[in-house]
């Protein structure tokens, strides 16, 4: 079983930061990708960013630079560091992990349980 356990949302006013974590536990044998995904009401979830083994970074181009991911030294945590906050980066922010539990057996997906990110002022 592989857990992620999220936290860091909340609310921000415009121009705000806010800083997203995301840590994974439990039977992983690797991760391959890690990333930020979020869902703003009355839409599909959406790509943020992910960050793969060994830390090379892509990002949604709506995000215009204002986010930042990166991952802790042991590859188990991801953050995403949101600046610059926007009302239009109001909605729910999931985690998404790419793992494998063994050795030789298939790549999973696994969702965190989304965190809210409300921006107003």
């Known amino acids: 079983q592989v857990h992620l356990v999220e936290s860091g949302g909340g609310l921000a006013q415009p121009g705000g930061s806010l800083r997203l974590s995301c840590a994974v536990s439990?039977?992983?044998?690797?991760?391959?990708?890690m990333g930020w995904y979020r869902q703003a009401p009355g839409k599909e979830r959406e790509l943020v960013a992910d960050i793969r083994k060994g830390g090379r970074t892509s990002y949604s181009d709506s995000m215009n630079g204002r986010f930042t991911i990166s991952m802790d030294n042991a590859e188990t945590t991801v953050y995403l560091q949101m600046n610059n906050l926007q009302p239009e980066d109001t909605g729910v922010y999931y985690c998404?992990?790419?793992?494998?539990?063994?050795?030789?057996?298939?790549?999973?997906?696994?969702w965190g349980q989304g965190t809210q990110v409300t921006v107003s002022s």
């Open positions: 998404n992990v790419d793992v494998k539990t063994t050795t030789y057996g298939p790549r999973k997906i696994y």
């Open positions: 439990g039977s992983v044998f690797r991760i391959n990708v």
